[in-house]
């Protein structure tokens, strides 16, 4: 099984507000069975900060590092007749795909979170 993601129009940077298409490209060389296919979108920030220098260790500023998760986005494109909560409650269950190439579109609005 091949799978590749192909973006609509790809960007170098994505800003909020933005949408994100493309699909989810499969191809399947022997029949099989596979239990989702589930595309996620995730916004990370990282910052390198220097440290504020210690009284007793001048020569030793050292970088700090935070990283802030700002978006996390998750879309159930197969099965498309099941609720992402059926497939947690049953994360054995599957579903048989023929031999063949199958494309599953999605699409992302690019927006913080909410908290």
């Known amino acids: 099984m091949n799978v590749s993601i192909a973006l609509q129009h790809p960007h170098e940077h994505y800003t909020n507000l933005d949408v994100i298409q493309g699909k ?13 296919i589930i595309v996620k979108l995730e916004g990370e920030s990282k910052t390198r900060l220097l440290a504020p220098i210690h009284p007793s260790r001048p020569d030793k500023q050292r970088p700090v ?3 802030h998760k700002f978006l996390y986005k998750t879309q159930t ?8 909560e059926d497939l947690i409650a049953n994360p054995k269950a ?3 795909i023929n031999t063949g190439t199958f494309e599953y579109p999605f699409s992302f609005k690019v927006c913080e979170l909410q908290v």
């Open 94 to 96: 599957s579903f048989a």
């Open 24 to 36: 989810v490209i499969l191809r399947v060389p022997n029949p099989t069975n596979i239990s989702s």
């Open 77 to 84: 494109l197969f099965p498309t007749n099941v609720r992402p």
């Open 65 to 67: 590092l935070e990283v």
